[in-house]
Protein backbone atom coordinates (compact mmCIF):
# COMPACT_ATOMS: atom_id res chain seq x y z
CA UNK A 1 0.00 0.00 0.00
CA UNK A 2 0.92 3.12 -0.65
CA UNK A 3 2.75 5.74 1.93
CA UNK A 4 2.70 8.81 -0.22
CA UNK A 5 -0.43 10.34 -2.19
CA UNK A 6 -1.63 13.42 -3.71
CA UNK A 7 -4.85 13.82 -2.07
CA UNK A 8 -5.37 12.26 1.14
CA UNK A 9 -8.85 11.87 1.81
CA UNK A 10 -10.49 11.19 5.24
CA UNK A 11 -13.85 10.08 5.25
CA UNK A 12 -15.83 8.04 2.92
CA UNK A 13 -19.46 10.13 2.75
CA UNK A 14 -21.06 11.63 -0.03
CA UNK A 15 -18.19 14.76 0.32
CA UNK A 16 -15.33 12.37 0.38
CA UNK A 17 -16.91 9.84 -2.33
CA UNK A 18 -17.30 12.57 -4.97
CA UNK A 19 -14.19 14.30 -3.91
CA UNK A 20 -12.37 11.05 -4.69
CA UNK A 21 -14.05 10.09 -7.96
CA UNK A 22 -13.74 13.36 -9.27
CA UNK A 23 -9.92 13.43 -8.76
CA UNK A 24 -9.18 10.12 -9.99
CA UNK A 25 -11.24 11.34 -13.59
CA UNK A 26 -8.79 14.47 -13.60
CA UNK A 27 -5.87 11.83 -13.51
CA UNK A 28 -5.43 13.05 -10.01
CA UNK A 29 -4.32 10.22 -7.65
CA UNK A 30 -5.76 10.02 -4.03
CA UNK A 31 -6.56 7.66 -1.05
CA UNK A 32 -9.61 7.03 0.86
CA UNK A 33 -9.83 6.54 4.49
CA UNK A 34 -12.59 5.53 6.26
CA UNK A 35 -13.25 4.19 10.29
CA UNK A 36 -16.17 1.92 9.36
CA UNK A 37 -16.80 -0.87 7.54
CA UNK A 38 -17.97 -0.53 4.05
CA UNK A 39 -21.26 -2.52 5.01
CA UNK A 40 -22.31 0.06 7.73
CA UNK A 41 -21.54 3.35 5.48
CA UNK A 42 -23.84 1.89 2.61
CA UNK A 43 -26.92 0.76 5.50
CA UNK A 44 -26.43 4.36 6.87
CA UNK A 45 -29.94 6.10 6.56
CA UNK A 46 -29.82 9.68 6.42
CA UNK A 47 -30.63 12.44 3.43
CA UNK A 48 -32.99 11.43 0.27
CA UNK A 49 -33.27 14.89 -1.44
CA UNK A 50 -31.14 15.63 -4.00
CA UNK A 51 -30.96 18.82 -5.61
CA UNK A 52 -31.09 19.91 -9.39
CA UNK A 53 -27.85 21.15 -9.34
CA UNK A 54 -26.49 17.97 -7.54
CA UNK A 55 -27.96 15.60 -9.80
CA UNK A 56 -26.23 17.65 -12.60
CA UNK A 57 -22.73 17.62 -11.05
CA UNK A 58 -23.25 13.73 -10.59
CA UNK A 59 -24.24 13.51 -13.74
CA UNK A 60 -20.83 15.73 -15.26
CA UNK A 61 -19.03 13.01 -13.60
CA UNK A 62 -20.77 9.64 -14.55
CA UNK A 63 -21.69 9.24 -11.05
CA UNK A 64 -25.33 9.67 -11.41
CA UNK A 65 -26.62 6.54 -13.37
CA UNK A 66 -28.72 4.93 -10.85
CA UNK A 67 -30.06 7.67 -9.32
CA UNK A 68 -31.49 8.80 -12.56
CA UNK A 69 -32.79 5.38 -12.89
CA UNK A 70 -34.20 4.28 -9.96
CA UNK A 71 -34.87 7.94 -8.09
CA UNK A 72 -38.08 9.79 -8.26
CA UNK A 73 -38.40 13.13 -9.59
CA UNK A 74 -40.20 15.50 -7.82
CA UNK A 75 -41.06 19.19 -8.40
CA UNK A 76 -43.63 20.25 -5.71
CA UNK A 77 -44.06 19.88 -1.90
CA UNK A 78 -47.23 20.18 0.42
CA UNK A 79 -47.54 22.52 3.03
CA UNK A 80 -50.69 21.85 6.46
CA UNK A 81 -51.56 24.79 8.95
CA UNK A 82 -54.62 26.35 10.10
CA UNK A 83 -56.80 22.97 8.55
CA UNK A 84 -55.79 24.11 5.20
CA UNK A 85 -53.33 22.77 2.57
CA UNK A 86 -51.46 23.63 -0.04
CA UNK A 87 -48.85 23.26 -2.57
CA UNK A 88 -45.89 24.89 -3.79
CA UNK A 89 -45.21 23.90 -7.52
CA UNK A 90 -41.41 24.91 -7.26
CA UNK A 91 -40.72 23.56 -10.77
CA UNK A 92 -43.12 25.36 -12.53
CA UNK A 93 -41.73 28.58 -10.32
CA UNK A 94 -37.95 28.20 -11.28
CA UNK A 95 -38.55 26.66 -14.92
CA UNK A 96 -38.32 23.68 -14.36
CA UNK A 97 -35.99 22.79 -11.74
CA UNK A 98 -36.55 19.35 -9.69
CA UNK A 99 -35.44 17.12 -6.81
CA UNK A 100 -34.56 13.44 -6.95
CA UNK A 101 -35.58 11.43 -4.49
CA UNK A 102 -32.73 8.96 -3.88
CA UNK A 103 -31.71 7.35 -0.10
CA UNK A 104 -28.34 8.37 0.75
CA UNK A 105 -27.15 5.22 1.40
CA UNK A 106 -27.97 4.32 -2.22
CA UNK A 107 -25.93 6.77 -3.27
CA UNK A 108 -23.21 6.34 -1.05
CA UNK A 109 -23.16 2.33 -2.02
CA UNK A 110 -23.09 4.12 -6.04
CA UNK A 111 -20.10 6.31 -5.02
CA UNK A 112 -18.42 3.45 -3.67
CA UNK A 113 -18.58 0.81 -6.25
CA UNK A 114 -17.81 3.75 -8.63
CA UNK A 115 -14.78 4.83 -6.84
CA UNK A 116 -13.65 1.11 -6.76
CA UNK A 117 -13.90 0.69 -10.42
CA UNK A 118 -11.88 3.52 -11.09
CA UNK A 119 -9.02 1.69 -9.33
CA UNK A 120 -9.28 3.85 -6.65
CA UNK A 121 -7.75 3.45 -3.02
CA UNK A 122 -10.60 3.02 -0.37
CA UNK A 123 -10.03 1.89 2.77
CA UNK A 124 -12.32 0.52 5.10
CA UNK A 125 -11.92 -0.20 8.78
CA UNK A 126 -8.98 2.58 8.76
CA UNK A 127 -9.70 5.17 11.57
CA UNK A 128 -7.37 8.04 10.91
CA UNK A 129 -6.04 9.13 15.04
CA UNK A 130 -4.27 13.05 13.84
CA UNK A 131 -2.10 14.84 11.49
CA UNK A 132 1.29 15.41 11.77
CA UNK A 133 2.74 18.17 10.43
CA UNK A 134 0.25 19.16 8.39
CA UNK A 135 0.85 16.48 5.48
CA UNK A 136 1.05 13.06 7.55
CA UNK A 137 -2.28 11.51 8.14
CA UNK A 138 -1.93 9.10 10.96
CA UNK A 139 -3.96 6.18 10.85
CA UNK A 140 -5.42 3.93 13.45
CA UNK A 141 -2.58 0.63 13.04
CA UNK A 142 0.40 3.75 13.55
CA UNK A 143 1.47 3.94 10.00
CA UNK A 144 1.44 7.26 8.40
CA UNK A 145 0.36 8.58 4.94
CA UNK A 146 2.51 11.50 3.18
CA UNK A 147 0.06 13.79 1.11
CA UNK A 148 0.43 17.08 -0.83
CA UNK A 149 -3.44 18.12 0.24
CA UNK A 150 -5.26 16.87 2.93
CA UNK A 151 -9.12 16.80 2.70
CA UNK A 152 -11.15 16.33 5.82
CA UNK A 153 -14.16 14.90 4.75
CA UNK A 154 -15.03 13.68 8.15
CA UNK A 155 -18.13 14.72 9.05
CA UNK A 156 -19.22 17.10 12.09
CA UNK A 157 -17.23 15.02 14.79
CA UNK A 158 -13.69 13.81 12.66
CA UNK A 159 -10.34 14.53 13.59
CA UNK A 160 -9.40 16.80 10.88
CA UNK A 161 -10.73 19.99 12.03
CA UNK A 162 -9.90 19.13 15.77
CA UNK A 163 -6.03 19.18 14.56
CA UNK A 164 -6.32 22.70 13.51
CA UNK A 165 -4.03 25.17 15.42
CA UNK A 166 -5.45 27.17 17.85
CA UNK A 167 -6.91 30.21 15.95
CA UNK A 168 -6.81 28.74 12.87
CA UNK A 169 -10.23 28.99 12.51
CA UNK A 170 -13.60 30.47 13.48
CA UNK A 171 -16.99 28.20 14.68
CA UNK A 172 -20.36 29.74 14.45
CA UNK A 173 -22.48 27.94 16.37
CA UNK A 174 -26.46 27.88 16.74
CA UNK A 175 -28.43 25.59 19.09
CA UNK A 176 -32.59 25.85 18.02
CA UNK A 177 -35.14 25.71 20.67
CA UNK A 178 -36.62 22.55 18.66
CA UNK A 179 -35.68 19.01 19.23
CA UNK A 180 -37.63 16.14 16.46
CA UNK A 181 -38.66 12.56 16.62
CA UNK A 182 -37.24 10.83 13.57
CA UNK A 183 -38.22 7.70 11.92
CA UNK A 184 -37.52 5.47 9.39
CA UNK A 185 -40.59 3.24 8.66
CA UNK A 186 -41.59 0.39 6.47
CA UNK A 187 -44.74 2.14 5.07
CA UNK A 188 -45.47 3.05 1.82
CA UNK A 189 -45.82 6.69 1.47
CA UNK A 190 -49.08 8.63 2.07
CA UNK A 191 -48.67 11.17 -0.18
CA UNK A 192 -47.22 12.31 -3.09
CA UNK A 193 -45.26 15.49 -1.85
CA UNK A 194 -43.16 16.04 0.87
CA UNK A 195 -45.24 17.67 3.63
CA UNK A 196 -44.16 19.76 6.01
CA UNK A 197 -47.83 20.42 8.70
CA UNK A 198 -46.94 23.13 10.81
CA UNK A 199 -48.96 22.16 13.61
CA UNK A 200 -50.26 23.99 16.25
CA UNK A 201 -48.89 21.53 18.53
CA UNK A 202 -45.63 21.36 16.75
CA UNK A 203 -44.36 20.30 13.23
CA UNK A 204 -44.84 17.10 11.55
CA UNK A 205 -43.15 16.05 8.31
CA UNK A 206 -43.78 13.45 5.75
CA UNK A 207 -40.24 13.18 3.76
CA UNK A 208 -40.39 10.30 0.64
CA UNK A 209 -37.61 7.75 0.24
CA UNK A 210 -38.68 4.68 -1.68
CA UNK A 211 -42.07 2.76 -2.83
CA UNK A 212 -41.57 0.63 0.65
CA UNK A 213 -40.02 3.27 3.01
CA UNK A 214 -40.80 6.46 4.42
CA UNK A 215 -38.87 9.36 6.84
CA UNK A 216 -41.27 11.13 9.07
CA UNK A 217 -40.58 13.60 11.70
CA UNK A 218 -42.21 15.10 14.36
CA UNK A 219 -41.53 18.34 16.87
CA UNK A 220 -41.21 16.86 20.39
CA UNK A 221 -40.47 18.66 23.57
CA UNK A 222 -36.93 19.94 24.20
CA UNK A 223 -36.49 17.52 27.13
CA UNK A 224 -37.87 14.59 26.07
CA UNK A 225 -36.22 11.47 25.28
CA UNK A 226 -37.44 8.18 22.82
CA UNK A 227 -38.49 6.22 25.30
CA UNK A 228 -41.25 8.85 25.95
CA UNK A 229 -42.02 8.26 22.13
CA UNK A 230 -42.98 4.65 21.96
CA UNK A 231 -44.45 3.23 18.58
CA UNK A 232 -47.97 4.03 18.58
CA UNK A 233 -47.86 7.57 20.07
CA UNK A 234 -45.39 8.25 17.12
CA UNK A 235 -48.39 7.27 14.92
CA UNK A 236 -50.95 9.18 16.71
CA UNK A 237 -49.63 12.07 16.51
CA UNK A 238 -48.65 11.75 13.10
CA UNK A 239 -52.34 10.95 12.44
CA UNK A 240 -53.36 14.26 14.34
CA UNK A 241 -50.60 16.42 13.45
CA UNK A 242 -50.41 15.72 9.06
CA UNK A 243 -53.25 16.75 7.32
CA UNK A 244 -53.42 14.57 4.34
CA UNK A 245 -55.42 14.95 0.57
CA UNK A 246 -59.20 14.33 1.40
CA UNK A 247 -59.77 10.31 1.35
CA UNK A 248 -55.76 9.50 1.54
CA UNK A 249 -55.09 7.66 4.76
CA UNK A 250 -51.88 7.81 6.81
CA UNK A 251 -50.21 3.93 6.29
CA UNK A 252 -48.41 2.70 8.99
CA UNK A 253 -45.53 0.52 8.88
CA UNK A 254 -42.84 -1.55 11.34
CA UNK A 255 -40.34 1.19 12.16
CA UNK A 256 -36.69 0.11 10.99
CA UNK A 257 -35.06 3.51 12.66
CA UNK A 258 -35.78 5.98 15.22
CA UNK A 259 -33.87 8.51 16.21
CA UNK A 260 -33.94 12.17 18.28
CA UNK A 261 -32.91 15.01 16.44
CA UNK A 262 -31.59 18.33 17.98
CA UNK A 263 -31.37 21.00 15.95
CA UNK A 264 -27.92 22.37 15.87
CA UNK A 265 -26.47 24.35 13.20
CA UNK A 266 -22.83 25.26 12.41
CA UNK A 267 -20.31 26.89 10.20
CA UNK A 268 -16.34 26.52 10.14
CA UNK A 269 -14.66 29.72 8.80
CA UNK A 270 -12.16 29.29 6.57
CA UNK A 271 -12.83 26.02 4.86
CA UNK A 272 -8.88 25.66 3.73
CA UNK A 273 -5.73 26.20 5.80
CA UNK A 274 -2.69 25.99 3.70
CA UNK A 275 -3.36 22.73 1.69
CA UNK A 276 -5.74 20.92 4.56
CA UNK A 277 -9.54 21.36 3.07
CA UNK A 278 -12.66 20.79 5.29
CA UNK A 279 -15.53 20.18 3.20
CA UNK A 280 -19.36 18.41 4.40
CA UNK A 281 -20.05 18.51 7.99
CA UNK A 282 -16.74 18.61 9.14
CA UNK A 283 -17.00 22.34 7.46
CA UNK A 284 -20.88 23.25 8.34
CA UNK A 285 -23.63 21.68 9.65
CA UNK A 286 -27.30 22.82 8.54
CA UNK A 287 -30.73 21.27 10.09
CA UNK A 288 -32.32 18.88 7.96
CA UNK A 289 -34.88 21.44 6.74
CA UNK A 290 -34.84 21.98 3.13
CA UNK A 291 -32.72 19.03 2.89
CA UNK A 292 -29.57 20.27 1.95
CA UNK A 293 -26.63 19.13 3.70
CA UNK A 294 -25.94 15.96 1.28
CA UNK A 295 -25.84 18.66 -1.33
CA UNK A 296 -23.63 20.90 -0.12
CA UNK A 297 -21.37 18.19 0.63
CA UNK A 298 -21.72 17.02 -2.84
CA UNK A 299 -21.05 20.91 -3.95
CA UNK A 300 -17.87 21.49 -2.03
CA UNK A 301 -16.17 18.16 -3.09
CA UNK A 302 -16.56 18.75 -6.79
CA UNK A 303 -15.71 22.77 -6.28
CA UNK A 304 -12.38 21.10 -4.45
CA UNK A 305 -11.59 18.50 -7.10
CA UNK A 306 -12.04 21.38 -10.47
CA UNK A 307 -9.38 24.09 -7.92
CA UNK A 308 -7.43 21.13 -7.38
CA UNK A 309 -7.15 20.22 -10.99
CA UNK A 310 -6.72 23.52 -12.37
CA UNK A 311 -3.90 24.16 -9.85
CA UNK A 312 -1.81 20.89 -10.31
CA UNK A 313 -2.54 20.54 -14.74
CA UNK A 314 -2.34 24.34 -15.24
CA UNK A 315 -0.68 26.04 -12.51
CA UNK A 316 -3.91 27.85 -11.56
CA UNK A 317 -4.36 28.57 -8.07
CA UNK A 318 -7.61 31.04 -8.30
CA UNK A 319 -10.09 28.37 -7.82
CA UNK A 320 -7.74 27.06 -5.12
CA UNK A 321 -7.99 30.95 -3.53
CA UNK A 322 -11.53 30.95 -4.01
CA UNK A 323 -12.62 27.87 -2.25
CA UNK A 324 -13.59 28.66 0.96
CA UNK A 325 -14.74 32.31 0.28
CA UNK A 326 -17.18 30.93 -2.80
CA UNK A 327 -18.04 27.82 -0.79
CA UNK A 328 -18.81 30.36 2.14
CA UNK A 329 -21.22 32.11 0.68
CA UNK A 330 -23.90 28.98 -0.89
CA UNK A 331 -23.46 28.05 2.65
CA UNK A 332 -24.33 30.83 4.57
CA UNK A 333 -27.17 31.26 1.65
CA UNK A 334 -28.72 27.50 2.36
CA UNK A 335 -28.02 28.62 6.01
CA UNK A 336 -30.78 31.46 6.24
CA UNK A 337 -33.07 29.30 3.99
CA UNK A 338 -33.03 26.70 6.53
CA UNK A 339 -33.17 29.20 9.55
CA UNK A 340 -36.47 30.22 7.89
CA UNK A 341 -38.04 27.69 7.16
CA UNK A 342 -37.26 26.19 10.33
CA UNK A 343 -39.13 29.20 12.29
CA UNK A 344 -41.85 28.99 9.81
CA UNK A 345 -42.82 25.39 10.62
CA UNK A 346 -41.75 24.46 13.84
CA UNK A 347 -43.59 25.81 17.24
CA UNK A 348 -41.78 27.87 19.38
CA UNK A 349 -41.43 26.63 22.84
CA UNK A 350 -39.94 29.88 23.93
CA UNK A 351 -41.78 33.19 24.71
CA UNK A 352 -44.21 34.41 26.58
CA UNK A 353 -47.34 33.50 24.52
CA UNK A 354 -46.87 30.73 22.23
CA UNK A 355 -50.52 31.38 20.63
CA UNK A 356 -49.05 34.84 19.19
CA UNK A 357 -45.99 32.66 17.77
CA UNK A 358 -48.41 30.60 15.56
CA UNK A 359 -50.26 33.08 14.78
CA UNK A 360 -47.45 34.84 13.21
CA UNK A 361 -46.50 31.68 11.57
CA UNK A 362 -49.95 31.51 10.10
CA UNK A 363 -49.45 34.51 8.51
CA UNK A 364 -46.45 33.85 7.13
CA UNK A 365 -47.46 30.99 5.79
CA UNK A 366 -50.50 32.14 4.06
CA UNK A 367 -48.11 34.90 2.56
CA UNK A 368 -46.28 31.28 0.93
CA UNK A 369 -49.50 30.67 0.07
CA UNK A 370 -50.80 33.45 -1.93
CA UNK A 371 -48.55 35.59 -2.92
CA UNK A 372 -46.47 34.72 -5.95
CA UNK A 373 -43.14 36.61 -5.41
CA UNK A 374 -42.97 34.78 -1.59
CA UNK A 375 -43.57 31.02 -3.61
CA UNK A 376 -41.02 32.25 -6.18
CA UNK A 377 -38.55 33.04 -3.21
CA UNK A 378 -39.14 29.72 -1.50
CA UNK A 379 -38.77 28.16 -4.99
CA UNK A 380 -35.55 28.96 -5.67
CA UNK A 381 -33.90 28.59 -2.30
CA UNK A 382 -35.81 24.89 -2.22
CA UNK A 383 -34.26 23.91 -5.34
CA UNK A 384 -31.22 25.21 -4.61
CA UNK A 385 -28.56 27.10 -6.76
CA UNK A 386 -30.15 28.09 -10.57
CA UNK A 387 -26.58 29.02 -12.00
CA UNK A 388 -23.51 28.06 -11.94
CA UNK A 389 -22.83 28.28 -8.14
CA UNK A 390 -23.35 24.75 -6.57
C1 LIG B 1 -31.69 12.09 9.89
C2 LIG B 1 -30.96 12.92 8.85
C3 LIG B 1 -31.65 13.35 7.72
C4 LIG B 1 -31.00 14.12 6.78
N1 LIG B 1 -31.70 14.52 5.66
C5 LIG B 1 -31.06 15.22 4.69
C6 LIG B 1 -31.73 15.56 3.45
O1 LIG B 1 -32.91 15.26 3.23
N2 LIG B 1 -31.02 16.20 2.49
C7 LIG B 1 -29.69 16.53 2.67
O2 LIG B 1 -29.09 17.11 1.75
N3 LIG B 1 -29.02 16.23 3.82
C8 LIG B 1 -29.67 15.58 4.83
N4 LIG B 1 -28.97 15.21 5.97
C9 LIG B 1 -27.55 15.61 6.12
C10 LIG B 1 -26.59 14.70 5.35
O3 LIG B 1 -26.82 13.36 5.70
C11 LIG B 1 -25.14 15.10 5.68
O4 LIG B 1 -25.01 16.49 5.47
C12 LIG B 1 -24.13 14.34 4.79
O5 LIG B 1 -24.04 12.99 5.21
C13 LIG B 1 -22.75 14.99 4.85
O6 LIG B 1 -21.84 14.23 4.11
P1 LIG B 1 -20.29 14.19 4.51
O7 LIG B 1 -19.63 13.33 3.52
O8 LIG B 1 -19.81 15.58 4.71
O9 LIG B 1 -20.28 13.56 5.97
P2 LIG B 1 -20.66 12.09 6.46
O10 LIG B 1 -21.71 11.50 5.60
O11 LIG B 1 -20.93 12.20 7.91
O12 LIG B 1 -19.33 11.26 6.22
C14 LIG B 1 -18.17 11.45 7.02
C15 LIG B 1 -17.40 10.13 7.05
O13 LIG B 1 -16.18 10.33 7.78
C16 LIG B 1 -15.94 9.15 8.53
N5 LIG B 1 -15.00 9.46 9.61
C17 LIG B 1 -15.24 10.19 10.74
N6 LIG B 1 -14.15 10.20 11.52
C18 LIG B 1 -13.19 9.48 10.87
C19 LIG B 1 -11.86 9.10 11.19
N7 LIG B 1 -11.29 9.47 12.35
N8 LIG B 1 -11.16 8.36 10.30
C20 LIG B 1 -11.72 7.97 9.13
N9 LIG B 1 -13.01 8.26 8.79
C21 LIG B 1 -13.72 9.01 9.65
C22 LIG B 1 -17.33 8.76 9.01
O14 LIG B 1 -17.40 7.40 9.44
C23 LIG B 1 -18.16 9.03 7.78
O15 LIG B 1 -18.28 7.89 6.95
C24 LIG B 1 -29.61 14.46 6.96
C25 LIG B 1 -28.90 14.02 8.09
C26 LIG B 1 -29.56 13.26 9.04
C27 LIG B 1 -28.78 12.80 10.25
Known sequence: MSTRTTVGIVGAG??????????????????????RSREYVEKRTRAGLIEHRTVETLRALGLADRLLAEGARHTSCQFCFAGQRFSVDYGALTGGAAHVVYPQQFLVRDLISSFLALGGDLRFDTPVT????????????????NCAFVAGADGYHGPIRATLPAGAVREYHRQYPYRWITILAAAPPSTTETTYAAHQDGFAGHMLRT??????????????????????????????????????????GPVIDKGLLDMHTFVCEPMRIGDIFLLGDAAHVITPAGGKGM???????????????????????RRLEGFSPTRLARIWQAQQFSDWLLRLINTSPVGDDP??????????????????DVAGWFAENYVGPMGVTR
Do not use: M
Open 14 to 35: PAGLVLGSALLRAGIDCVVLEQ
Open 130 to 145: GLREGHNLVLGNGTQL
Open 211 to 252: AQVSRFYLQCAPTDTSDDWPEERIWKELHRRLTLDEGSVLTE
Open 295 to 317: NLAIGDAAALAEAIAAHLHHGDS
Open 355 to 372: EFDYRLRTARLAELCTRS
